[in-house]
Nanobody
Framework: VQFVESGGGLVQPGGSLRLSCAAS????????MRWYRQAPGKERELVAI????????IYADSVKGRFTISRDNAKDTVYLQMNSLKPEDTAVYYC???????WGQGTQVTVSS
């Protein structure tokens, strides 16, 4: 099982980024997927969850209304659209499937002027 995150970068406050996570090694369309983030010196935080068919989504209060999780089961990929970014969104972002104990390398998001 592997996850490869991409799409991070440096963005100004109020800007947007779209993260992607390509999954492999399992039947992607059958499983819930999650995005997490970890800021320096802090514990890893659950950001968003999406059901196997994309019909159910759940968000942390800190990102609700600004972030959107989605998935393309034909491409085995989950996305995180991040709008109205704030400096406190700065972190390494990871995707994972709760069924498996596997993590990717993450993608760094830095929000700064």
């Amino acid at each position: 099982v592997q996850f490869v995150e991409s799409g991070g970068g440096l963005v100004q406050p109020g800007g947007s980024l779209r993260l992607s996570c390509a999954a492999s090694g399992f039947t992607f369309s059958q499983y819930v997927m999650r995005w997490y983030r970890q800021a320096p010196g802090k514990e890893r935080e659950l950001v968003a969850i999406i059901g196997s068919d994309g019909g159910t989504t759940i968000y942390a209060d800190s990102v609700k209304g600004r972030f959107t999780i989605s998935r393309d089961n034909a491409k085995d990929t989950v996305y995180l659209q991040m709008n109205s970014l704030k400096p406190e969104d700065t972190a390494v972002y990871y995707c994972t499937c709760p069924r498996f104990n596997s993590w990717g390398q993450g993608t760094q998001v830095t929000v700064s002027s």
